[in-house]
C-alpha cells in the first residue's frame, strides 16, 4: 500500500469542471478549510459565475480558473495542473446531438477515460488524487 502523504491547507488543490453543481460545492468546502484552488472550466464566459461565486477568494488569490476547452485532446490538462498538490476531477463530456445515444456515450468513455488515467498517471508526485463517479456505465 502506498504511503500518501497528507494535504495541508496551504496547498492548491485543482477541481475539474468547476462550474458544476457538485464542484462548486467542493470548491467551497476546500476554500473553507484554507486550501488555495484552481477551477477549470470549458470557456472562461461559462467560468465567469464561479467566480463571482468566489469574489472574495480571487481577490485575495487563493481561487483562480483555468480554461480546458476540450478535456478529450490527449494532454488537454497539463498545463491547469501544473505546481498543484491535489487533484479532484469532477468534469465529464457533455454531448447534447447524438444519434445514437448507446454508441455516443461509450465513445466519450473511451476518449476521456484514458486521457484523464494518463493524466493522473503522469503526476505521480501529487499528494492524492481523487476522480469522481460519472454518467458513464460502469
Known amino acids: 500500500k502506498p504511503n500518501m502523504p497528507a494535504v495541508t491547507p496551504q496547498d492548491k488543490v485543482v477541481v475539474t469542471g468547476a462550474n458544476g453543481f457538485l464542484a462548486a460545492w467542493l470548491v467551497q468546502e476546500l476554500l473553507d478549510n484554507g ?6 472550466v470549458r470557456s472562461l464566459e461559462k467560468g465567469e459565475y464561479v467566480l463571482s461565486l468566489f469574489r472574495d477568494a480571487v481577490e485575495s488569490k487563493r481561487f483562480e480558473l483555468f480554461e480546458v476547452p476540450d478535456f478529450l485532446v490527449e494532454g488537454a490538462f497539463d498545463q491547469a495542473v501544473k505546481d498543484v498538490d491535489a487533484i479532484v476531477h ?20 473511451d476518449k476521456c477515460k484514458p486521457d484523464g488515467a494518463t493524466c493522473l498517471q503522469r503526476l505521480s508526485n501529487l499528494h492524492w488524487k481523487v476522480q469522481s463517479l460519472s454518467l458513464d456505465p460502469l
Open 90 to 109: 469532477t468534469a465529464t463530456p457533455v454531448h447534447l446531438g447524438a444519434d445514437d445515444p448507446d454508441g455516443e456515450r461509450w465513445r466519450f468513455s
Open 35 to 40: 486550501y488555495s484552488v484552481r477551477g477549470t
